[in-house]
Nanobody, 129 residues
Framework: QVQLQESGPGLVKPSQTLSLTCTVS??????????WNWIRQPPGKGLELMAVIGYDGSTYYSPSLKSRTSISRDTSKNQFSLQLSSVTPEDTAVYYCKSDTLTYRRRVGPQGLGNFGSWGPGTQVTVSS
């Protein structure tokens, strides 16, 4: 089973770009059918899927965040990353990376979550001046 670990700055100023990285161990991000997700949970709110990158480099973005979000990968480091631009205090949240599969994603829908797959422990990001 794969293990995931998020890393990020912890504190970001408004209008800046947030950059997060997920390091994957125990499996390759290019393994067929795997999907790699970024999810966040603002304080007092539910989980929100932000973006997905497939084993083949295909991408999906939440429509509500698409204009500010970019997901990418570094296969040589077995990592995938998220950039969120023009952050505001409303972007304060715990950010998680998660693995599942493209087959699962087709079953639950593009914004679907659920417990299938593996989650990182999460990293707190606070947007404040």
């Amino acid at each position: 089973q794969v293990q995931l670990q998020e890393s990020g700055p912890g504190l970001v100023k408004p209008s800046q770009t947030l950059s997060l990285t997920c390091t994957v161990s125990g499996g390759s991000i290019t393994t067929s059918n795997y999907a790699w997700n970024w999810i966040r949970q603002p304080p007092g709110k539910g989980l929100e899927l932000m973006a997905v990158i497939g084993y083949d480099g295909s991408t999906y973005y939440s429509p509500s965040l698409k204009s500010r979000t970019s997901i990418s990968r570094d296969t040589s480091k077995n990592q995938f990353s998220l950039q969120l631009s023009s952050v505001t205090p409303e972007d304060t949240a715990v950010y998680y990376c998660k693995s599942d599969t493209l087959t699962y994603r087709r079953r639950v829908g593009p914004q679907g979550l659920g417990n299938f797959g593996s989650w990182g422990p999460g990293t707190q990001v606070t947007v404040s001046s």
